[in-house]
């Protein structure tokens, strides 16, 4: 079954660092996401991505973060100047149009 | 702005029941809703998906419906075993292409 990877599994980076992390959707995918969950807290959205560029953003999307597709197969999310309150696990999801999402396994941020 | 809750937060159960987790949101103009299942520690994993004109759905011994007017999700488990034990999320994604989730059930059951 076709599964969307992300890497790193875990990150650990000292605040003020910038941080990228990377996803590979699956390959015939159109719309492309970033959420995160706070430990013990809900599944936020942050953005999602279709036809190389910013579809939506919540407020959580501020300055500090961008995404982009750089070579047509990894989709990406940087951190700049990563703070304490961006520890948090970090979901890529991809979906061809109106059959739902699928998720990667997530990278776990740790700023220290 | 969309809410979604999720009632109730916990519930254990002996092996072999059968239960219902439940699941409402605020603003009924969704494009589909999702239940997924969480592991400690672990990604999403994607159940059932329900499309807004849809009732119901089915997997095995899971049941997912849909009342779109009135703003509910029912996901029924059957004949519960040990290893259903995770947290189960509820998500509504609106025409904008953006999912709202739910705070989740956690659900154990004991053998």
């Known amino acids: 079954e076709p599964e969307v990877t992300q890497t790193p599994s875990h990150q650990v980076t000292q605040m003020g660092q910038e941080v990228i992390l990377r996803c590979v959707p699956i390959s015939n995918h159109l719309y492309f996401y970033w959420y995160r969950q706070i430990l013990g807290q809900k599944v936020e959205f942050l953005v999602s991505?279709?036809?190389?560029?910013?579809?939506?953003k919540s407020e959580i999307f501020d300055d500090q973060f961008s995404v982009e597709r750089p070579d047509g197969s990894n989709f990406t999310l940087k951190i700049r100047s990563t703070k304490l309150e961006d520890s948090a696990m970090y979901f890529c999801?991809?979906?061809?149009?109106?059959?739902?999402?699928?998720f990667g396994s997530g990278t776990r941020l740790t700023v220290v | 702005k969309q809410e979604v809750t999720q009632i109730p937060a916990a519930l254990s159960v002996p092996e072999g029941e059968n239960l219902v987790l439940n699941c409402s949101f605020t603003d009924s103009a969704i494009y589909n809703l999702q239940w997924f299942r969480q592991d400690p520690g672990k990604g999403l994993t994607s159940l059932l998906l329900i499309q807004s004109s849809q009732r119901e759905q089915t997997s095995g011994r899971l049941n997912a419906s849909l009342d779109k007017s009135s703003g509910r999700s029912t996901l029924y488990i059957a004949a519960s075993q040990p290893g259903d034990s995770a947290t189960y999320l509820c998500a509504v994604s609106g025409y904008n292409n953006d999912m709202r989730f739910g705070a989740g059930t956690r659900l154990t059951v004991k053998p």
């Open positions: 991505f279709y036809n190389n560029e910013i579809s939506e």
């Open positions: 999801a991809t979906d061809l149009s109106s059959y739902g999402y699928t």
